[in-house]
């Protein structure tokens, strides 16, 4: 049956997606109906069709930055790739919610609270959780992660400010705080925050690099680095009847065409990130489900602020004013992504700042901004791209064209992916297009990226103003004042233009139509594969 979802970018992110996904919404039926007599184990087979059977069978899927792995640890990778390839090995404390945007729940927590003066955290765990290899999973190993995220750096912004992490038994963990942490509870959701065994950790010399150390529904069978992963269901996990299929493939294909043509022939089942421009195509097909929802996930044009025409406040903003993002859109994402004008946080997001800075192209400001910085004749700049990235490969070559008429000469670069991250992460480079998941938080959104001492502020980017209000921010509970900080922290940025916003895109995945019970996210997760079955 052909089904095809349109997309809805009104309201974005504001609005609940319950619709992606109908398990969540059925949940509630057994606790409110605690005297019933039927067992808890009996709670999966409720939620059978009548006449299909849920279990069994392997899911095959596709992405193109399934190739960027290089680690499976999951308290030192970066890379989207890397992230889905280890999240359905891992449980963190918390997650988010399926079916939900902004929501977080519990996952290895059965319940949690928070104390009056919101510095304090105890969080009860599920009885009976045990490692993929037997190893009861207790208290001692959430305190052991968490002081190895924060010793590991990646993420250890999560904890700024962190005072202890007490264990009074197996089933308790009580975590303070010097301040509140506002977004506390949606860091402890990132898939990336993952409990981890410490015995398998040490067994392998401090390195998870290659090696499983998760209690999550599915664990590691192989992995032959840029050709296949395969995870296998664990058949001991702790949520009762989950996951219903005995095996997950997860298999990189670069080349977009061949990907189309993999799904459409079923050698793959999902492709998780679809190009716009192929959703008319595979929405048609008979068999395919094409799934979108609202993203997160927002593109730039980074500009390396260290030295040279580039480090000029004005330079940037001549760039930001040059680009026609609207072309570029309509062009490469054929006019399903929407236009940032401002900052990055998109419309209908609580923290979104309607600033409208940057709202057309504007040749003529942008020259006045090039000779008021000193750069009245233009200058020559080279700009990097994954070579693996058809869509930032297409933007830098529209870049080029866009800033010519300015005297802006860019000579685009297409770079092998470790190349490319090697130049990005140290600072060679002077411009480049990426993208970014902004995940639930504002905080989220612009800690890592754009604080001084950020783990991802590879643009060089550092404004004490704007630090001091993303560490008000941070400590700032109540929503109505955090959306004013974050809104000036918005309106500094934009006007520092460290980067040319471009768009945020919808997440727009494909499946064929015997794939049921995926949750396609805004955080681009496959954290649903636990309540995806296989119609037989």
């Not at 730039?300 to 001549?318: D, F, T, W």
């Not at 901004?369 to 700009?383: K, N, Q, R, S, T």
């Not at 869509?391 to 080029?400: L, N, P, V």
Request: net charge negative.
């Amino acid at each position: 049956m052909k089904r095809y979802l349109s997309f809805l970018l009104i309201m974005l992110m504001a609005l609940s997606l319950a619709a992606c996904a109908s398990q969540p919404a059925e949940e509630p039926a057994p606790s409110e109906e605690p005297a019933a007599e039927e067992p808890a184990a009996e709670e999966p087979e409720a939620e059978e069709p009548a006449t299909d059977s849920k279990y069994g069978g392997e899911i095959v899927i596709t992405d193109f930055p399934f190739t960027d792995v290089k680690s499976l640890d999951p308290h030192v990778v970066g890379a989207a790739g890397e992230m889905r390839h280890i999240e359905n090995m891992y449980n963190g404390l918390l997650r988010y919610k399926e079916g939900t945007y902004g929501e977080v729940e519990g996952d290895l927590a059965k319940s949690y609270s928070v104390s009056d003066d919101n510095l304090t955290y105890t969080f009860e765990l599920h009885e009976g959780v045990t490692f993929h290899n037997g190893d009861p999973l207790t208290a001692a190993d959430v305190k052991y992660s968490i002081e190895r995220i924060i010793d590991q750096e990646v993420r250890a912004s999560f904890f700024t400010g962190l005072q202890s992490v007490e264990t009074p038994d197996d089933t308790t963990v009580v975590i303070t705080f010097e301040k509140p942490v506002a977004p506390f509870t949606t860091f402890l959701a990132n898939p990336m925050t993952a409990i981890v065994n410490k015995n398998v950790v040490e067994a392998n010399d401090g390195s998870l690099a290659t090696v499983d150390a998760g209690s999550g529904p599915f664990m590691l069978e192989s992995w032959q680095k840029d050709q296949q992963m395969t995870l296998v269901k664990y058949d001991d996990y702790f949520e009762e009847g989950l996951p219903y299929l005995d095996k997950v493939v997860l298999k990189p294909i670069p080349d977009e065409s061949a990907r189309n043509t993999a799904i459409r022939t079923g050698e793959v089942d999902m492709i998780l990130q679809v190009d716009a421009k192929d959703v008319m195509t595979l929405g048609s097909e008979s068999d395919i489900v094409v799934d979108s929802v609202p993203g997160s996930y927002w593109e730039y044009i980074g500009m390396n602020m260290r030295e040279g025409p580039l480090a000029v406040k004005e330079v940037r903003q001549a760039i930001a004013h040059g680009i026609d993002k609207e072309a570029m859109n309509q062009a490469i994402k054929f006019g399903e992504a929407t236009v940032l004008t401002g900052a990055m946080i998109p419309p209908g997001h609580w923290a979104y700042a309607d600033l409208d800075m940057y709202p057309a192209q504007n040749l003529q400001k942008a020259e006045e901004l090039l000779a008021a910085g000193g750069y009245p004749d233009g200058f020559d700049v080279e700009m990097i791209v994954l070579s693996n990235s058809d869509i930032a490969i297409a933007a830098a070559q529209m870049t080029k064209q866009q800033l010519a008429p300015l005297g802006i000469n860019v000579t685009v670069s297409a770079l092998e992916s470790g190349v490319y991250f090697e130049k990005l992460g140290s600072g060679d480079f002077e411009l480049t297009e990426i993208g970014w998941v902004g995940f639930i938080d504002p905080d989220e959104f612009l800690y890592n990226i754009f604080y001084t001492d950020g783990m991802w502020n590879q643009q060089g980017y550092s404004n004490p103003e704007f630090d001091a209000l993303l560490d008000q921010g941070r400590t700032t509970i109540d929503q109505d004042e955090r959306k004013a900080i974050y809104t000036e922290a918005q309106e500094i940025l934009a006007d520092d233009a460290p980067m040319a916003f471009l768009y945020v895109n919808n997440q727009i995945s494909a499946y064929r139509d015997h794939v049921k019970g995926f949750d396609v996210n805004a955080t681009v997760t496959l954290k649903s594969l636990k309540n995806t079955w296989i119609e037989k």
